[in-house]
């Protein structure tokens, strides 16, 4: 991750955090890891707009999201990041997750559904299509 600083003090009508986007990625991380996901979607949502090629920045982002309930912000980050690497399986089990908890059971399954395929030994992947799909069933009926 690169270590590019962002300049302190005020930015737009925002008050910038102190230290540069590896510190906000690393505090970030620290909030997530701490239960605070909500201050870690924000540190890591600023973090994003300052490096948004950064991988590493924007699965941290859609976890933080997906984590304070912000369903349909982790949605969207973690199809920034499909779409950046359709081969990512940990971004389409994240899409699948945050889909689901969205209400949206067929971008849920789709996306579960290729995360499965890529990762068939990860059990966790199975189960939550198995959920998303008996969930699917139940609401057809």
Known sequence: MPAASAP???SGDR???AGGVY?????GLALLADRHPDAAATLLARAAEAEPGSRSVREALARA?????RYPEA???????TASDPADDY???GLGLAASRAGDLTLA???LALAVAMRPDLAHYARA???VRARRKRGSA
């Open 109 to 111: 399954a789709e996306q």
């Open 23 to 27: 510190d906000w990625y690393h505090r």
């Open 8 to 10: 302190e003090g005020r």
């Open 129 to 131: 299509l198995r959920e």
């Open 75 to 81: 949605i969207e980050s973690f199809t920034r990041l």
């Open 65 to 69: 999201q997906y984590d304070a309930h």
């Open 91 to 93: 971004a389409r089990f």
């Open 15 to 17: 008050e910038a955090p």
